[in-house]
């Protein structure tokens, strides 16, 4: 079935730096959407990228959409500690299914 | 308020029994799912379903069983078969109609089997 690969699955960066995540599927993607789980939480929605080429920004995060749709990544500028948590990007299952696959994460730990 | 829920948040099962994990939807959504969180693992999908009486089976459902009677609830039923049940369960719901909608998950069950 459907796969969708997330690297790195661990990051550590002191705060105010750079963090990016990265998403690839082995099929192309109707859409893909992003989730944020918090330590001891669930899985919050993000974002969601439906077109070729998508760059959607918030605040200080910003994510991608790749004009294949076989990838996608999120991109956090000066992180800072509220940004802990693992990302997960998340893709549909084929046409007429409403199935939903996870990669399995990126764990952002950040250094005050 | 709408919203998704999941008990008991902690449970505490012996080897060999079976045992059911609550969900609960009042959101209206068609779609309901069950993950298992594992550290490492990511959110692997168990089972999902897309209407009443109807559910798929997911990536892991071996040693898994689900029903959904009714819109608002898809319980989860860890058996005995299932060899390494100890996990954090994860049920979430969306909208169908369309596959662009975002999914909302309950808290959570941390299921320890001892």
């Known amino acids: 079935g459907q796969q969708v690969m997330q690297i790195p699955q661990y990051q550590h960066v002191q705060e105010g730096e750079d963090f990016t995540t990265y998403c690839n599927s082995s099929t192309t993607l109707s859409n893909i959407q992003w989730y944020k789980q918090r330590p001891g939480g669930h899985p919050v929605f993000l974002i969601q990228?439906?077109?070729?080429?998508e760059v959607k920004k918030q605040k200080r995060l910003t994510f991608q959409f790749g004009e294949a749709k076989k990838n996608s990544s999120l991109h956090i500028t000066a992180t800072q500690t509220t940004d802990v948590g693992t990302y997960f990007c998340a893709g549909p299952g084929g046409a007429g299914s409403y199935q939903l696959t996870f990669g399995k994460g990126t764990k952002l730990s950040v250094i005050p | 308020d709408g919203g998704i829920t999941q008990s008991p948040k902690y449970l505490f099962r012996k080897e060999g029994q079976n045992v059911t994990l609550s969900c609960e939807q009042n959101l209206n959504h068609d779609a309901m799912y069950w993950y298992r969180q594992d550290p490492g693992q990511g959110l692997r999908l168990i089972y999902y379903?897309?209407?009443?009486?109807?559910?798929q089976k997911g990536d892991i459902a071996e040693g898994y069983s689900v029903s959904r009677e009714k819109k608002e609830s898809f319980p989860l039923t860890v058996t005995s078969a299932q060899k390494n049940p100890t996990a954090f369960y994860l049920c979430?719901?969306?909208?169908?109609?369309?596959?662009?909608?975002?999914?909302?998950f309950g808290q959570g069950t941390r299921l320890t089997v001892v």
């Open positions: 979430a719901s969306k909208r169908t109609g369309t596959e662009n909608t975002e999914a909302f």
């Open positions: 379903s897309q209407i009443v009486n109807d559910f």
């Open positions: 990228l439906v077109k070729s080429g």
